[in-house]
């Protein structure tokens, strides 16, 4: 206790000698703390102090999915079906070629292609044999003409250019597809002027 400490302070009476030794007595006995003890100090009223709780600040909204894009199905290829080939032409045969000679198997119909540009002729011919095979015709005969003369008629027109266009028409498609077969006819049905024409069933 200094000098000052003895001075008596305002509001307060000043110690008497008694009291001044008492003091005195007191302060001997006390012992500083140590580091340690000073710690242990801090760290029991830092326990002993409520911890205020702290409020965590909410979590962030969720991402939302992004939607996926439905993936379009491979495009099935449908592979067109293969068209049949007809089978190749065949003739009548000696046998029945005969016969119709004779008269014993009847010609269904004829169209006679005389006097009639290509392009007539050949339309002619489609309807012709279609309309035979829709009929239920099996034999037709097809008249050309001989064409032993060539040249032109006298209105342009070339001779004997059907006899040679007419078998080629028959093995082109849109018509192969109708005929089995064809040769030339017999004397009685105009002969090399003319074809035996045998048609295919519908459905075949």
Known sequence: MTADDDRPRRGRRPLRDEEHALWKEVTRSLKPLSRKQRVAAT??????????ETKKPPPPPAKRPKPVRPVAPAPVVV????????PPLAPLGRRERSRVARGRVEIDARIDLH?????????????????????????VLVITGKGARFGSDDDGRERGVLKRQVPMWLRLPGLCEIVIGFEDASIGHGGTGALYVRLRSLGR
């Open 43 to 52: 760290a029991t009223a830092e326990i002993a102090t409520p911890e205020v």
């Open 79 to 86: 592979k067109p079906a293969p068209v049949k080939a007809p």
């Open 115 to 139: 006097g009639m540009t290509q392009d007539e002729a050949h339309a002619a011919l489609s309807r012709f044999l279609r309309r035979a095979q829709g009929n239920g015709g099996k034999l």
